[in-house]
């Protein structure tokens, strides 16, 4: 059972979305926020799978409660879907660098949007290949930025091939197909990657893969 907790100041929207996932067999929507600080408080209480918070919210807005989330060493198990009505701009961006797992557009379909929770609680990232590209061509500059690409050194070949895949938007069993491995296996350099470079998940992980400089617009 997935276990969702909704974060929305909308009423409404929380209420759709609630019907929306409760009317599948294997999501629960286990409480819902209409304010960021409240949100924490239960993510806290709840340990969700996935929390789904809309990025505008008085007292503690989505970007900020998604930095502390991830800064939470006991919250790690929960992933951040960021909820926006503007999809890709500077505050999703900003929302991915604090450890957001993706994001939604609250207009998406009903199939994408379900499809987007079980996905995000996979530990997977929401960044499609042509949302990458977006990301990367309107945020990330060929400049690696500062203390970025500190663990870079680290990565073996396998790992830093793998980090490439990732931040195409490749999934493991592509990442499987694209090296002749296993997807264990692609999962495994993935992990690794990620650890080294200190990325809480795979939105993070392209994000800097893309700062550091390790992968560039031109090789993607």
Known sequence: MIRVLLIDDQPLIRG???ALLEAETDIAVVAEAGDGKQGLSLVREHLPDVALVDIQMPIVDGIEMTRLIADDPGLAGVHVVILT???LDEHVYDALRAGAAGFLVKDVEPVDFLHGVRVAARGDALLAPPITRRLIDRYVTETPHPGSADNVTQLT????????LVARGLSND????????????????VNRAMTKLHARDRAQLAVLAYESGLVTPRTR
């Open 16 to 18: 759709g979305f609630r």
């Open 85 to 87: 009505n503007y999809g």
């Open 157 to 164: 070949d396998r790992e830093h091939e793998a980090v490439v």
């Open 174 to 189: 592509e990442i499987a197909g694209h090296m002749y491995i296993s997807p264990l296996t692609a999962k495994t350099h």
